[in-house]
């Protein structure tokens, strides 16, 4: 699977410009900010309906301007799929396959796969829990269309029962029949969702110690294992059980939005003990590994987009990345580099077919 052109009309620092892709790797340079990662967000965008860096659609909108478009001609399996994104600023969002508006967005995740390695990826290791939770849910709601419609649903009437818990303590009057309703409104979404998870872990862990074995060259042990307390008890009983507790603290302290992923480095938390280095190998194991498995379960090769992943890399590591990168297991990939002369070695020395783009304050040369 490949994007052959891409068109962008006022996204982000962009105002018109239509690109034509290499099949296999796309390298874009340019000074910072002159637009090369909103470059990577517009093909996100199509592949996954939102931006990968959580920008509001009306931040999205070229500065002044009321209405975006993003276009795509992608090539998948021998077919022709043609997306075209539309923003109008109040008005809801349009996403069209081939000449046929979605009904739901989430009917589009999926079909085209993508993955991102980007330099705030490192708040998976270093920050809250909810980073950790997303990449599942932004890995699994690609492989899994009944797993994003549960998720949807369960964060829905989460937010309703925390607003319920939030009203019931202003007025003093606490309805437990309505709270009851609400935890089986969450159950069956939070079974489906846990079990989905631990299946997808079982799958991942070896792929993402393979990788991290062959970017750093074996130099330590790790491991990534999921956490959840649905381990121990059913989501209706650690609810019912947690009920005075979220009276208290008027929020739903129990269920799968709790989740959570342990990373080990040399038998030691990677937040604390990991270097730069360690760090960065790390990240790009798990999102090698999500690549992968991806790959494996949609029997796609999802596109990969690479935004200033070599700051941080030792040389041996950066050697590393780029000869798995070119081997027949991955398929088109776009990178980003300030450096241009530092890319198009780089990419000379694979011997593989690559096309190189300048951003220049938002116009793009090739």
Known sequence: MHLDTLKLTNFKNYDMQSLEFCARINGIV?????????????????????????????????????????????????????IVAKIR???????????????????????????VIAPDDTRLATEGSEYRRKFLDETLSQLDQIYLRHLIHYNKVLTQRNSALKQMAKTGHFDRDLIETYNAQLAPAATYIHEMRGRFMTDFSPIFKMFYNKISNKSEAVNCTYKSTLHEASLLELLNKNYEKDKILQRTTQGIHRDNLAFIIGEKPVKRFASQGQLKSFILALKLAQYQLIKQQKNAKPILLLDDIFDKLDATRIESLIKLLASDDFGQVFITDAHEERLKNILAETGIEYKMFLVEKGNIIN
Not at 40 to 67: N, T, W
Not at 99 to 107: A, F, H, N, Q, R
């Open 89 to 115: 600023t109040r008005r809801k969002k349009e996403l069209i396959c081939n000449d046929v508006p979605y009904g739901k967005l989430s009917e589009h995740i999926g079909l085209l796969p993508v993955v």
């Open 30 to 82: 340019g000074k910072n900010g002159a637009g090369k990662t909103n470059l990577l967000d517009a093909v996100y965008y199509l592949c996954m309906c939102k931006s990968y860096f959580g920008m509001p659609d009306s931040a999205i909108v070229r500065h002044e301007q009321d209405v975006f478009r993003v276009e795509g001609a992608f090539q998948k399996a021998d077919e022709d799929i043609h």
